[in-house]
């Protein structure tokens, strides 16, 4: 199988995301995540018994329930019935491609040895992905205030052996699916359930996917362009690199630097011309375009760093012996 991508800590692209999902490709966890995974959680269950100081969501209860202590036989209960009771919400189903991006992200997140979860989670995670069993999830239920947890909740559901999944073209219950694979459902350990509600992957997924299609929406647009431009019998000056560098703007440069490309050779455009000036819907092309390219580009760089970041909470650094409450999953 050649279409395979590996799962590492190198910057995962909006448009390698997008590629992923649209050719079918497979996952796999590199040896790299694996060690930070496993290595992860090693020091969660050590600091767990050799500390007597309260964690957040692990040795604790959520939200106002944060003073609360929960007994160490208690913590994996604690985990899966956040999932169970998160699992909430409503409206109409969302669509199969963006579920799986969401998997795909929730699995790069989970990958960095930052979240505490057990290898065993993460690669069911990656067979759920890599045998199309896609969670139902539901449009409806999060604000993204502490990450999107109803959506979240919805897709890990399944890990457990409950919910619905969409496999073959049908909705059935997960642990029919979950028996016809040979799988078991997981037993999460402390910090799981956090881990996996916890997070952005369904804004990600849904911001992934509308970049991509708003990039292939402004091509298209610059190719309308060069052919109306042609059509009008237009003049290639305005589209000069002296002009358009003048101004700096990247997006008005890389506009004009496109539109020069696309009509390279072009006997329409090269042929003598009895009008001096175009219109502004010709001659503004690379400044109104180039604006459009400037936004698109920094919402490229926004989803990009998103991501590539562990975004549940707490955040736990093995190197430093610290685990960290705070807002990342905002």
Known sequence: MNNIHQINTERLTIEKACEIIETGAKLVLSDECTALINKCREFLDDKIERTNEPLYGITTGFGSLCNISINAKDLSTLQSNLVKSHACGTGDRVAPEIVKMMLLLKIQSLSYGNSGVQ?????????????DVLPVVYQQGSLGASGDLAPLANMCLPLLGLGEVLYQGEILPAADVLAVKGWKPLTLKSKEGL?????????????????????????AALSVAAMSLE???????????????????PG????????????????????????????YSFRCIPQVHGAVLDTLNYAQAVMEDEINSPTDNPTIFPDEDIIVSAGNFH
Request: charged share 25%; glycine share 6%; hydrophobic share 40%.
């Open 231 to 249: 059509a009008f019998d237009g003049r290639i000056e305005p589209f000069g690199k002296e002009v358009n560098e003048v101004r700096h703007h």
């Open 252 to 279: 008005q440069i890389a506009v004009a630097d496109k539109m020069r490309s696309i009509l390279e050779g072009s006997q329409l455009i090269a042929r003598h011309k009895e009008h001096v000036q175009d219109p």
């Open 195 to 219: 881990a996996l509600l916890n997070g952005t992957q369904f804004m990600s997924a849904h911001g992934t996917w509308a970049i991509c299609r708003a990039r292939r929406l402004f091509n």
């Open 119 to 131: 290898l065993a989670t993460v690669q069911r995670l990656v067979d759920f992905f890599n045998e």
